[in-house]
């Protein structure tokens, strides 16, 4: 069926550095895509949000770029900081009435 | 505070032995969600309702149910719990056209 998927599941980045959390999809009628945060023992938090028409939007620190050729997603964060470690997940949804898919998330762990 | 409520956040059961997770919010949100979190498998979404009395099925629902009888409650139920409906389960809701939807503090449930 289809799914979301991330190619990374950990990633280790220092702080100051731009991080970059990639997700590949494969429904290609999905009318948006979405990132969340879960920091640990917290439920997951909305960071941004893109739709299939657009192929980049930025928001605070956070840049999402959508490749619809090649079906990839991802999320920049710039500076990364210790407050950006946690488990990020990209989501999609197509149309409004309808679920929200969720990728399997990868893990982004700050070294100070 | 906007936010969504989860009663209980932990729950140890026994096989057999219903018992209902209630959620909550106070935003006014049309949609409301389940999902369920296991390690390696990410977020999977077991029930939606885009409104009152309007429920629906998400990836996996075998063995919950679910009811809207009020635009603020989204309680999950299990009828007859199991040892592999032992989880993290989160509850969320949003605006029927928003992709920001806002997660709660989840519910540990174990099934002995």
């Known amino acids: 069926g289809e799914s979301v998927g991330l190619h990374l599941p950990t990633l280790s980045v220092q702080e100051g550095d731009n991080s970059i959390i990639n997700c590949a999809y494969s429904n290609s009628a999905s009318d948006y895509f979405i990132w969340y945060k879960q920091e640990s023992g917290k439920g997951p938090q909305f960071i941004i949000d893109i739709r299939s028409n657009m192929d980049k939007r930025q928001g605070q620190r956070v840049t999402v770029l959508l490749n619809k050729t090649v079906k990839h997603l991802s999320l920049q964060i710039a500076a990364t900081q210790p407050g950006d470690s946690a488990v990020y997940f990209c989501a999609e949804r197509t149309g409004t009435a309808s679920k929200l898919t969720f990728g399997t998330g990868t893990r982004l762990q700050v070294t100070l | 505070e906007a936010q969504v409520t989860q009663n209980p956040r932990y729950l140890i059961t026994v096989t057999g032995k219903k018992l209902t997770v209630t959620c909550s919010q106070n935003?006014?949100?049309?949609?409301m969600s389940w999902y369920r979190q296991d390690p390696g498998l990410g977020l999977r979404q077991i029930y939606y309702s885009m409104n009152v009395e309007v429920t629906d099925k998400g990836d996996v629902p075998e063995g919950y149910k679910v009811s809207r009888k009020e635009k603020r409650n989204f309680p999950l139920i299990l009828e007859s719990p199991s040892p592999n409906q032992t989880s993290l389960y989160f509850c969320?809701?949003?605006?029927?056209?928003?992709?920001?939807?806002?997660f709660g503090p989840g519910t540990r449930l174990t099934v002995l």
């Open positions: 969320a809701s949003r605006r029927w056209d928003g992709n920001e939807q806002f």
């Open positions: 935003m006014n949100h049309e949609y």
